[in-house]
């Protein structure tokens, strides 16, 4: 079994910084592409950034500039740095992994809450 857990998150003003972590533990033989994406209420499920085991990166157009992602390989641990933060950033994030252990399989982590004031 695989499991993603997500740290990080809080309430900042906007303007402010928060960094998002998720580990990736289990039956792990490699981890292909990894994700952060993002709920708002009411709102579906975006993509906010990816990054591939090589380590090239893409981001959502409204984040881009402002957010940065990157991974431990090593550590299996994947790591979202938010600055600027506006408002609409607001949501819960989650994290994504395709994980080899038997097989391929996609995973998600149980979500962390960030919240942005104006």
């Known amino acids: 079994q695989v499991q993603l857990v997500e740290s990080g998150g809080g309430l900042v003003q906007a303007g402010g910084s928060l960094s998002l972590s998720c580990a990736v533990s289990g039956n792990i033989f490699s981890i292909n592409e990894m994700g952060w994406h993002r709920q708002a209420p009411g709102k579906q499920r975006e993509l906010v950034a990816g990054i591939s085991r090589g380590g090239s990166t893409d981001y959502l157009d409204s984040v881009k500039g402002r957010f940065t992602i990157s991974r431990d390989n090593a550590k299996n641990t994947l790591y979202l740095q938010m600055n600027s933060l506006k408002p609409e950033d607001t949501a819960v994030y989650y994290c994504?992994?395709?994980?080899?252990?038997?097989?391929?399989?996609?995973?998600w982590g149980q979500g962390t809450q960030v919240t942005v004031s104006s």
């Open positions: 994504s992994a395709k994980v080899y252990g038997d097989t391929w399989h996609g995973y």
